[in-house]
């Protein structure tokens, strides 16, 4: 027999906005449990230093700032549990979860999983993951020690990843798609001033050359202005492309846009089919084209678990 629970709360996601819904949520004594999903703490896990959350005017350091939110909810009581959601049903009320073998009941549901780095999906990139080729260059930077290396991206991801890999490589390529950067002018222009790193712009990834060694040798690369192609040698590539949300489960059953985040109206409220569906809130990256912003996380995770407060006061729990 399964195990069955109900919960006033349920919260889907360790990041930024789940952990400040856990916050919220358990100084109300709501218990929340916390699903920590496939990326325990999110992005500011595998981030280096934040320097723009309101608080610490010398910044502080991504997974550091995690911890100390763990914390923060654990301290009033939120349960952090290191699974994630399978499946749910949310045609019933208590709403139905299963996640591995147990099922859960509760009453409301906080989705807060946030978003997973983009790849580029060329056959040869996905041969050479974990040989090479990475998309988290706090995980992976030591590894490019010594080494000639390239990242991939025009957008404040990649210029911060540049940044912190010229701690480890010798030289680093980065290598934008088009001409135009997304990144912000400051994070842009200190990437633009490193002396280790190089700019190559209107260029996009062929191949990445190695599949038969097993190791990353070098990337062919095609010039978007002239057609050519050409091959820089370097022994490591990291991606720097953006994020893709992890809503897959909510697929069919919550309104997602076209490029599959869910979509809210008043911040956090879910629909489906454009009708709003009570008691199921989205907060955080996941449902945030726009901002996706760790303090705008936060701030939506606060609003969801208010909103929770809310509606279970509304209904008579
Ligand atoms: P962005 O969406 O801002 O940028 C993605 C970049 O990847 C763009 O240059 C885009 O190119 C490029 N790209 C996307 N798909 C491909 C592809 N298939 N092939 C080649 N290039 C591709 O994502 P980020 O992750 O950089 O940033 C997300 C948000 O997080 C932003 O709001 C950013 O400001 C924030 N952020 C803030 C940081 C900080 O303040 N410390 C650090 C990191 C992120 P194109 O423009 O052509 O689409």
């Known amino acids: ?14 990041g930024c906005s ?8 358990a100084r109300s004594n709501l218990k929340p449990l916390v699903l920590e999903g496939h990326e325990p703490g999110g992005q500011l896990s595998i981030t280096t230093l934040v320097e723009n959350f309101p608080g610490w005017p010398e910044g502080i350091q991504g997974p550091e700032l995690i911890e100390n939110m763990k914390q923060q909810a654990t301290r009033f009581g939120a349960e952090l549990r290191m699974s ?25 549901l906080i989705i807060a999983s946030g978003a997973s780095a983009r790849w580029l999906n060329l056959p040869s990139e996905q041969a050479l993951i974990g040989h090479g080729v990475s998309s988290c260059a706090t995980c992976d930077g030591f590894f490019a020690s010594g080494k000639e290396i390239a990242v991939i991206g025009g957008g404040d991801s990649a210029m911060e990843e540049a940044m912190f890999l010229t701690r480890f490589a010798t030289k680093v390529t980065l290598i934008n798609r088009t001409e135009r950067f997304r990144a912000s002018k400051i994070m842009l222009e200190r990437a633009m001033a490193h002396p280790k790193i190089q700019f190559l712009s209107n260029t996009t990834v062929e191949e990445v050359l190695g599949v038969e060694e097993k190791d990353v040798k070098g990337l062919r690369l095609k010039s978007r202005v002239t057609g050519d192609e050409f091959i820089l040698p370097v022994s490591f590539m990291f991606l720097g492309i953006g994020h893709i949300p992890n809503a897959s489960a909510f697929k069919g059953v919550l309104d997602l846009d076209e490029d599959g985040y869910i979509r809210t109206t008043n911040n956090v409220f879910t629909t489906l089919n454009g009708n709003i569906v009570p008691g199921v809130y989205a907060c955080g990256d996941i449902q945030d084209r726009r901002y996706r912003q760790a303090i705008t996380a936060a701030g939506s995770g606060c609003m969801a678990a208010l909103e929770v407060e809310k509606y279970l006061e509304e209904h008579g729990h």
Request: no cysteine; net charge neutral; charged share 15%.
């Open 1 to 14: 027999m399964p195990d069955i629970t109900t919960r006033d709360t349920v919260i889907l996601g360790s």
């Open 84 to 108: 994630h959601l399978s499946s749910v049903d949310l045609s019933r009320s208590p709403f139905v979860l299963q996640v591995g073998k147990e099922i859960i009941h509760t009453r409301t």
């Open 18 to 25: 789940g952990l400040t819904a856990a916050i919220y949520a």
